[in-house]
């Protein structure tokens, strides 16, 4: 096999596939940041309505905000944990479905960034081992 034949068939490295893994590590992070924001604000308000409750005529249960955050954050946490996962396998170039996984839940947290992250990851997939 000659020179020009060796060159032909190795796959050129793109940009793509370490744009898409920034791409999603970032919307992941942002994600777990948000996740846990919104259950500390859930928690809080319940403190909150727990300590000055008595205030509210005829509230008892205090937790209202708990539930409705809890069911809000941790889907997000777990989608943030997954767009940070596919983020390093993109950035390294290994396990293109997991790395498509990671882009399709950071379409879930923030969606224009997961699309741009999808194309470049579907886009790659020659590049990847």
Do not use: H
């Not at 846990?36 to 008595?54: E, P, Q, Y």
């Not at 989608?79 to 396990?95: D, E, N, Q, S, Y």
């Amino acid at each position: 096999m000659n020179v020009n034949t060796a060159q032909s068939l190795e796959i050129k490295k793109t940009w793509k596939p370490k744009t898409a893994g920034i791409i999603d590590i970032n919307v992941g992070c942002l994600s777990l940041i948000a996740a846990i924001g919104i259950f500390i604000f859930g928690v809080a308000s319940s403190l909150i309505l727990g300590l000055f409750g008595g205030m509210l005529a005829g509230a008892t249960n205090y937790s209202y905000f708990v539930g409705p955050a809890s069911a809000i954050a941790l889907p997000l946490f777990a989608l943030g944990v997954l767009a940070i996962i596919g983020g390093i396998f993109a950035l390294t170039r290994k396990m293109w479905t997991f790395a498509l996984i990671g882009s399709i839940a950071a379409l879930f947290c923030a969606a224009p960034f997961g699309i741009a992250a999808i194309i470049f990851t579907a886009l790659s997939k020659k590049e990847f081992e």
